[in-house]
């Protein structure tokens, strides 16, 4: 049973920035795109950002375009999603999974965009 742990979350003033981290548990990590997801409250969960096994291709919502950056380092198992600009609409719980045929959801990291 895959598991992801997600951290780095927290409570943010707009304009500012926060870096989130997503650590698997399956040795196969490096064979699968993976994705950031965030689900407001009373909302659906969302995409926000993928990325391609080998970090060759990325993409991005267009809400957060310009703004996210994804990453990850198949030696540590981690996925990041590195997050500048900070809007108190990118309040959510920030997820990780597979691209495609998702794994077990994680706990998430509460992202909270506040003055």
């Known amino acids: 049973q895959v598991q992801f742990v997600e951290s780095g979350g927290g409570l943010v003033q707009p304009g500012g920035s926060l870096r989130l981290a997503c650590v698997a548990s399956?040795?196969?990590?490096?064979?699968?795109?993976m994705a950031w997801y965030r689900q407001a409250p009373g909302k659906q969960r969302d995409e926000v950002a993928t990325?391609?096994?080998?970090?060759?291709?990325?993409t991005y919502a267009d809400s957060v375009k310009g703004r996210f950056t994804i990453s990850r380092d198949n030696a540590k198992k981690t996925v990041y999603l590195e997050m500048n600009g900070l809007q108190p609409e990118d309040t959510a719980v920030y997820f990780c999974?597979?691209?495609?045929?998702?794994?077990?959801w994680g706990q998430g990291t509460q992202v909270t965009v506040s003055s």
């Open positions: 399956s040795n196969n990590f490096r064979l699968v795109s």
């Open positions: 990325i391609s096994r080998s970090s060759g291709g990325t």
């Open positions: 999974n597979t691209k495609n045929n998702h794994r077990s």
